[in-house]
Each structure stands twice: as C-alpha cells, then as structure tokens.
C-alpha cells in the first residue's frame, strides 16, 4: 500500500470522525458508514477495512472506549469488506447499488449489535425490535449522505486512479 493511499485513508478517517461529531446528537444519524462504503467501493476491501478501524478507533478516544468498540470495528469492517467486494464486480449504475448497500448497512449494522447482544445476554428480540427505529434513521441517513458524497468521492478516486496509473506507464 503506497504513501498516498495511506494518506488518503487518514484523511477520510479524519473526515469521518468530524462529522461523527458533529453529529453526534442526532441518534444514528452519521456519515461513517456512507465514507466507508464509497472509500470501499472505490479503494478496495482491504481500504474498507483499514478505514473502518481507524475511524472507529479514532472516534471512541472521544466518544467513550468500550466492549462495543470491537464489535463496531467488526461491523464498519463486515459493511467496508461488502462495499470493497462490490466495488470490484458493479460498474453501471454504481450510485443505485451503493444507495442500496447504504440503506441495507442500517439495518446490517443494528443486526450485527443485536446478535452480538444474545451472544453476551441471551436476549435478542426485544433488543433487535426497540433498535430498529435507530436502523431506519442509520440506513436513511446512510442513503442521504451517499446521495451527498458520491460525486466527490467519485472525483477524488478518479483521481487516484489517473495518478497510479500515469506511474505505472
């Protein structure tokens, strides 16, 4: 993995610990899970998976470092490694499936906590029924930030691509 590719995952990290802060009173309602799918799909499963980490790393120095800081890792992780792969196979109509894949990681992310929750509790669903208005409000808000971000992002990975491929001439 270059320098620059490297660079760039930070600097998507850091964008997406800014606006996980910024919004962070508004219940699930974050554009980590949209910075992750987009730099996924553009960069690759193993970029999914970095990006995933770090951001999730980063923002719970603030938020508060707990037991759930793992399984959020594992979760981003799952959504970035599922974006990556479908980066790899879509190449028409690229802003539909992403919305798809946006809308669907809501829910994706709220199943995996409540799965994680038997595991440690016994107890699933009670806490997968009273979770999903949060799923809803974390997969609309997943699709309106792809909505938001697809075109620069889209830009900015054109870019990197332009750029890796002038040096490999």
Known sequence: MST???TLIAVLAAMATVGRFFLQHIPNVQPVTAII????????PFSGFLLAFLTTYLTNLALGMGIWTLWQILAWSLIGVIAG?????????VLVYLTVLAFFSGFLFGFFFAVI???VSGKFLGYYL????FDFYHALSNVLF???LYRPFSQLFAREFDRVNQRKK
């Open 130 to 133: 009273l979770g999903l208005p």
């Open 37 to 44: 799918i987009l730099s996924a799909f553009f960069l690759g």
């Open 117 to 119: 929750n038997y595991i």
């Open 4 to 6: 620059y590719r490297l």
């Open 146 to 148: 792809i909505i938001l």
């Open 85 to 93: 792969l479908l980066g790899k196979i879509i190449k028409r109509r």
